[in-house]
């Protein structure tokens, strides 16, 4: 069965950081790009941070770009989302994603790129 799930959210600090990740079970995420995205209650879901399969090209939103890194560890499978200076706008359900295709060179978070979910796990920035 293929599954992504996302650890390491929780509630934290205005400031603060968390480390996210993605694992995988049931396929092999290096052949994937892969897509961090948000959604805030009310608000429609957005891409935070994409990575290709090889890990050479990423992209961020605006709005966490010099905060937020992505990376990706293929021999564990997983994709991480380092957070840090977390501000309360960054509060959301964050949900990483795989590509539809294998092998996308350029990162793009473009969300009917991505056929592949995880549950999605809650980032709260609050004091």
């Known amino acids: 069965q293929l599954q992504l799930v996302e650890s390491g959210g929780g509630l934290v600090q205005p400031g603060g950081s968390l480390r996210l990740s993605c694992a995988a079970s049931g396929f092999t995420l290096d052949y994937y790009a892969i897509g961090w995205f948000r959604q805030a209650p009310g608000k429609e879901r957005e891409g935070v941070s994409c990575?290709?399969?090889?890990?050479?090209?990423?992209n961020y939103v605006d709005s966490v770009k010099g905060r937020f890194t992505i990376s990706r560890d293929n021999a564990k499978n997983t994709v991480y989302l380092q957070m840090n200076s977390l501000k309360p706008e960054d509060t959301a359900v964050y949900y990483c994603?795989?590509?539809?295709?294998?092998?996308?060179?350029?990162?793009?978070?473009?969300?009917?790129?991505?056929?592949?979910w995880g549950q999605g796990t809650q980032v709260t920035v609050s004091s």
């Open positions: 994603a795989a590509d539809s295709r294998i092998y996308r060179v350029k990162a793009m978070c473009n969300m009917t790129l991505y056929d592949q």
């Open positions: 990575i290709s399969s090889s890990g050479g090209s990423t």
